[in-house]
Nanobody, 114 residues
């Protein structure tokens, strides 16, 4: 499984970014698929995941600000991040589970500045 994350960057607080995760092959194989993040000095944590059926789960800290979506035709899962806060800074990892085995992308850095 190859997962290619993109879209990270530097943004001011209150701004927006869109992350994309492109998978090798059909994303319908994965259940769920989504994003985790790791802030400096902290453990990796769930941000948002989306199931094969389209149901979503969000961390409390991003609910209402982030939206995860999937394009099955393009084999891409995206994360729209709005109203970014300093606490959203970290490396964001694309995640996919296939047959109970997790796979991770290489990570993309999101830096939110004041």
């Amino acid at each position: 499984v190859q997962l290619q994350a993109s879209g990270g960057g530097l943004v001011q607080a209150g701004g927006s970014l869109r992350l994309s995760c492109a998978a090798s092959g059909s994303i319908l194989r994965f259940n769920p698929m989504g994003w985790y993040r790791q802030a400096p000095g902290k453990q990796r944590e769930l941000v948002a995941v989306i199931s094969r059926s389209g149901s979503t789960t969000y961390a409390d800290s991003v609910t209402g600000r982030f939206t995860i979506s999937r394009d099955n035709a393009k084999n891409i899962v995206s994360l729209e991040m709005n109203s970014l806060q300093l606490e959203d800074t970290g490396v964001y990892y694309c995640y996919a589970r296939l047959d109970a085995r997790p796979s991770w992308g290489q990570g993309t850095l999101v830096t939110v500045s004041s």
